[in-house]
């Protein structure tokens, strides 16, 4: 039969692996929110460059531009 300090140092060690997954895991979740409100904020400069773009009749696309033979 297993002794209870024995019990109990199987639970301290798996405590001890759950804090530091726990930790790893709040260190990656921080950096990908830091990463998401990054692209968020690349993805509203992109749209509002596109935006003002578009606001002067010419998108910049092929379908705008008047053939070379014109």
């Not at 895991?25 to 990054?38: A, C, G």
Request: net charge negative.
């Amino acid at each position: 039969m297993e002794s209870l300090e024995a019990r109990v140092v199987e639970l301290e060690v798996k405590a001890a692996f759950q804090e530091d997954l726990l930790e790893t895991l709040n260190e990656i979740v921080t950096r990908q929110e830091q990463q998401i409100d990054l692209l968020q904020k690349q993805f509203k400069a992109l749209y509002q460059q596109m935006q003002s773009q578009g606001q002067g009749g010419n998108d910049g696309g092929p379908r705008h531009e008047i053939p070379p033979h014109y």
